[in-house]
């Protein structure tokens, strides 16, 4: 079997994807997931202009060995970009793989660990009583796990809470928007935030919450154990984590459950915070952190250390992603919870998943492959639109973290 053709499609069906679709010699082509939000066409110019050119003619059942040509073979490794391309290919690669041996893909990551695929569900209220109001809709709508944000007394357009009625999405069209921040209003807030809930919907609940990268290490450690009596299933990204050793601090002084790497790309974004277990759950998703290839040894690593995994699932990746993402959620030991955002209804006029949500959890079905179709044709219909997620700045207008 070879790669005969492999093509990128752009598409903005509510917001925009990047899908990879390479074809061969059989007749069997596979789907990959190169979106990375905000910054979608880099990765398809990486991809057109760098790597489909290298797979066409490869056997694309060597998908370790085409991984090392784009990873080894690439001087200058690792990057959002090189990693989400990578990405692509081997998860397009391994759908190949699955649909030639006639059989769904979690068969091919050593078969199921589980049934069915514990799923947490977004809380965006733009004050405490609507954030109370969601998380009961939630709740009535089966969920077992929610993160929960709101809006901060005293703060305008934050992280996690939508504009009027229409679901949360932060990428919007044009140059980023600029939004404030303010660390103490936020501090004093959110363990009241957390106080309420508790007593409303009691303890068997599963609360996230996520910081968004926005505290220093003090200020994370005092969170995260002003936020101990409330038993939080996680803490995500208290700290921007590039300085892994910050979280050394947060470990020190709670027991508060971390998670923490959506935006990292490489296991080397986790070698101390593993080896130390300074976290507690890994958030890297498929397509930005080298595909279903590094992700199987990243999470065996992992597993070592008693950590597990809770793979970023936002709206911001497509359903391509996300049913991979289940395949994988299926057949590893380490499993912890999977985030689910639903797409627009409109997405799904170009990606038809094979998954269904029921009562807290997530079920993908035993087509062969990962299991997504995509209608090119439709995604004709809905051409790239230009959309930057926002930045961040203090009240007294020192640029912040978003």
Avoid at 318 to 344: C, K, R, T
Avoid at 377 to 389: G, R
Wanted: contains cysteine; glycine residues 8%; hydrophobic residues 40%.
């Amino acid at each position: 079997m070879k790669i005969t053709d492999a093509k990128v499609i752009v598409c903005c069906p509510g917001r925009n994807f990047v899908t990879l679709k390479i074809t061969t010699d059989a007749g069997i082509s596979g789907l990959g997931d190169a979106t990375l939000n905000g910054r979608e066409k880099a990765v398809a110019t990486y991809l057109e202009a760098y790597c489909i050119p290298a797979l066409i003619g490869k056997d694309p059942r060597n998908i370790e060995d085409i991984w090392h040509y784009f990873y080894k073979g690439v001087y200058w490794k690792r990057g959002a970009v090189t990693m989400s391309a990578l990405s692509a290919i081997d998860m397009a690669l391994w759908d190949i793989k699955a649909k030639a041996l006639n059989t769904p893909l979690y068969n091919l990551l050593g078969g199921k660990s589980r049934e069915r695929v514990l799923v947490y569900a977004h809380v965006t209220g733009k004050d405490l009583e609507q954030t109370l109001e969601d998380v009961s809709k939630k709740v009535e709508a089966g969920y077992l796990a929610v993160r929960v944000q709101s809006g901060i007394p005293g703060l305008g357009q934050i992280y996690g809470v939508p504009k009027g009625d229409k679901p949360y999405e932060p990428a919007q069209k044009g140059l980023p928007q600029e939004e404030t921040w303010d660390t103490a209003k936020y501090l004093n807030f959110v363990p009241k935030m957390f106080a309420k809930i508790r007593a409303v919907f009691g303890d068997d609940l599963h609360l996230l919450h996520d910081v968004h990268h926005r505290c220093t290490p003090i200020e994370a450690a005092r969170l995260a154990k002003e936020l101990e009596p409330f038993h939080l299933f996680w803490l995500e990204d208290p700290v921007t984590a590039e300085l892994q050793e910050g979280l050394r601090l947060v470990r020190q002084h709670s027991t508060t459950p971390i998670a923490i790497g959506e935006v990292f790309n490489s296991v080397y974004d986790y070698t101390t915070l593993i080896t130390e277990q300074l976290i507690d759950f890994i958030r890297m998703p498929l397509s930005h952190g080298g595909g279903i290839t590094h992700l199987q040894k990243v999470a065996a690593y992992a597993a070592f250390y008693h950590i597990q995994t809770g793979f970023h699932g936002a709206t911001d990746l497509s359903p391509v992603n996300l049913a991979a993402s289940l395949h994988f959620d299926l057949a590893i030991n380490n499993f912890g919870i999977q985030e689910y955002m639903p797409h627009q209804e409109i997405v799904h006029a170009v990606f038809t998943p094979n998954y269904h949500y029921e009562n807290g959890f997530l079920y993908v079905d035993d087509t062969p492959g990962i299991g997504v179709t995509f209608n090119e044709e439709k995604a004709k219909q809905y051409p790239y639109q230009t959309a930057c997620l926002p930045v961040n700045r203090k009240t007294d207008g020192t640029m912040f973290y978003w």
